[in-house]
């Protein structure tokens, strides 16, 4: 108690600089700026802010932090799905208004399918006040707001990090005092387990995990599952047994294909059954002779 009544402390300290300063608003309009308007570089950039403040806050206080972040990854989000609706020309006629103030030449090629640049540099001629509006009419309310939860729980799912990071990580010590083990080097171990949180906030950005139905959830989660298991095989070089170099990057790619998103079902069937023969055949050839 005396040792988390120390941190405790210390993280008060640092919780109310951030609030009284406004350094969490400057870091979140430097990071938007940074990331040029890409989904993946700003998720990079609050993953590496979610450690650095992990290594200090506790988890509320690194989620209050980094909810800064929300408006931005929620537009990259609702923007990234009115991009599909205008690449398949299945915008609504109720969002083709805007188009008429801002892109009235472009109006006829709404309707029709049209590639992935010529929707990005539609999209950029509107101007940022009408966004907002065109998202609500192209989207629905309920896709908007499932937008806007999925941010929240990709900065939620990031805070978690310091939980586990060092040197304030109160689990990893709550656990080194059960476990009667050094704290730090607890703490150290946790952290370096604790990578694959990382994958998840990706899917909730690029899957329809969190705004799809039962189906597509039950989907995701099974091949992430499977796929994380492949990841880890592939860094890690053991399954059931030893593998090679080889096998490890033949692993380490079924990973990815199994949770890419947009891949076709057959594929991800596919590279899980690989996965599948690669366990049986490291558990054979890892498996010990009986003595005699």
Known sequence: MATTAVLLTGIGLVVNVISTTGIGNTFSLMVNDWAGGSLFVMLLLVAVASLILGMGLPVTASYIVLGTFCPAIY????????????????????AKTIFMLVAPDQLAALGAPM?????????????????????????????????????????????????????????????????????????????????????????????????????QVVVITVFAIIGVWALIAGLEGYLEGPINILLRAVAFGLGVLMMWPGLDLFIRIAAAVAFGLLVVYSSRNGAQPSPA
């Open 75 to 94: 537009g990259l989000i609702a923007e990234q799905q009115l991009l599909d609706l205008l690449a398949s020309g299945q915008l609504p006629e109720e």
């Open 115 to 215: 590639s992935f640049e010529s929707a990005i540099e539609l999209l950029g001629k509107v101007p940022e006040d009408f966004k907002a509006t065109l998202l609500e009419q192209s989207l629905g309310p309920a896709t908007v707001g499932l937008a806007l939860l999925s941010a929240h729980l990709i900065i939620f799912w990031l805070s978690q990090d310091s939980n586990v990071t060092p040197p304030v990580c109160l689990t990893a010590f709550a656990a080194a005092t059960i476990a009667r083990t050094p704290p730090m080097a607890t703490g150290f171990t946790a952290w370096k387990i604790a990578k694959g949180l990382y994958l998840v906030p990706l899917l909730m950005a690029y899957t329809p995990l969190v705004a799809g139905d039962f189906e």
